[in-house]
């Protein structure tokens, strides 16, 4: 048995007009609940716990500084392809955009991860669109051997695999795993992935258990809000989580919560959900599993995300760049130009980054909000009283 059959038995649209219909007091009482339930969460993510919300903000934060301390976590992303086979209406890197791509060589990748290591980052995820001929996993696991030998903590954001795919990547010492469903909306998934694998919706959605199975130690799932209804997305983000917690108990959970931001393809959101509701979310996720780490990417803009670290976030990135070589210029030499999946003649790109300074001119998976360098977020970190954690992990702690 897997999430999927207990995700296909949930009672989703039920707890969707139960989160609608709430009382104020009614959330009040989930709220004070020590252990919560999916309906309880589905109470606190209501339009009437959105008045609770700063009683509920000080409890999140309560029990984020009785589990974390004063502490919060920093990783970088590396990019190290931006091929993809996939077509996603939402992403920059969709096989039918003609962007400009790149594939970095192995020693491009520890250019890049010697810049990030410069800048204090020890805790680095590797990132690349899915496409086997570029992105084998011969390649991935050279990439995290060579960076482990340097870097001791190494997640992965790649096109999902078989379990024993997955092996030789942990043997190589990536730890973590990170991979989001995008949605969880059956209808709005087939209507988002137009073609290539992720289309299959319940192999995606088995991802962390199979990663789980080969060894990985950190699993890292979200939904992309923008796409389907918000509370529906986070209810079934609470679901999976939950799931997760009991049967691959051995994994450090952690949740994202990322918004649609403008990429290549212009892609509009289908959905909003606001900065007050955001926060609401971060809360409800922290009252729901004290122990879950919550994540925060530059997607969001720096002021949202200075409210936030205090409130229940305890993984950020900064300083990030989305496109393959962003922190150096790395492979600059090769980049070319694709047109549905094609090599064609390089050529201007409205999306491709100027190449000023350090910048490639490959084109990123999307805008960052937060553009503020690593060194101006672990300060301002500091002046909120709280600790910025670059490295705290490494394998000789497991042995
Ligand atoms: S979301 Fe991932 S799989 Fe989809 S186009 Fe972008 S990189 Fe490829």
């Known amino acids: 048995m897997s999430f999927v059959s207990e995700f296909n038995a949930l009672a989703l649209p039920t707890l969707v007009e139960r989160s609608l219909a709430t009382s104020v007091a009614a959330a009040r009482e989930s709220s004070a609940r020590p252990s919560l339930t999916l309906a309880d969460f589905a109470q606190l993510i209501s339009p009437a716990a959105g008045e609770l919300l700063e009683p509920m903000s000080r409890r999140s934060q309560m029990l984020t500084r009785q589990r974390f301390g004063k502490t919060i976590r920093l990783f970088a992303p590396l990019y190290l392809s931006n091929e993809c086979i996939n077509n996603c209406k939402y992403c920059g890197f969709s096989r039918d955009n003609a962007i400009l791509r790149v594939t970095l060589s192995v020693d491009e990748v520890m250019r890049e991860t010697r810049a990030l290591a410069a800048q204090g980052f020890r805790n680095i995820l590797l990132v690349a669109g899915e496409h086997p001929k570029f992105v084998s996993n011969g390649y991935l696991a050279e990439c995290v051997a060579a960076l482990h030998a340097e870097i001791p ?61 080969a060894g990985f130690r950190r699993l890292g799932i979200g939904a992309l809000y923008g796409l389907a209804d918000w509370r529906y997305e986070a209810l079934c983000v609470a679901a999976h989580a939950d799931y997760l917690l009991r049967n691959c108990w051995k994994a450090q959970i952690t949740i994202s919560l990322p918004r649609l931001r403008p990429c290549a393809g212009e892609f509009e959101p289908l959905t909003h959900i606001s900065d007050r509701e955001l926060v609401q979310l971060v809360c409800a996720f922290r009252l729901m599993f004290p122990d879950v780490g919550l994540v925060l990417s530059t997607r969001e803009p720096a002021k949202l995300r200075d409210g936030l670290f205090p409130l229940g976030i305890t993984l950020i990135s900064a300083g990030s760049h989305t496109e393959p070589g962003g922190y150096t210029g790395a492979g600059k030499e090769n980049i070319h130009q694709t047109v549905r999946g094609r090599i064609v003649e390089a050529g201007a790109s409205e999306w491709a980054t100027p190449t000023t300074g350090h910048a490639t001119n490959a084109t990123g998976q999307l805008n960052i909000a937060d553009e503020r360098s690593a060194d101006e977020v672990a300060k301002l970190i500091q002046r909120l009283g709280y600790e910025p954690v670059w490295k705290d992990w490494d394998t000789a702690l497991s042995i």
């Open 153 to 213: 903590s190494v997640s992965l954001e790649v096109g999902p695999m078989e379990t024993e795919e997955y092996r030789p990547l942990v043997a190589a010492g990536a730890d973590g795993l990170v991979v989001y469903q995008e949605t969880y909306d059956r209808a709005i998934y087939d209507d988002m992935h137009t073609a290539g694998p992720k289309k299959n919706f319940d192999w995606r959605l088995e991802t962390p258990e199979r990663a789980y199975s």
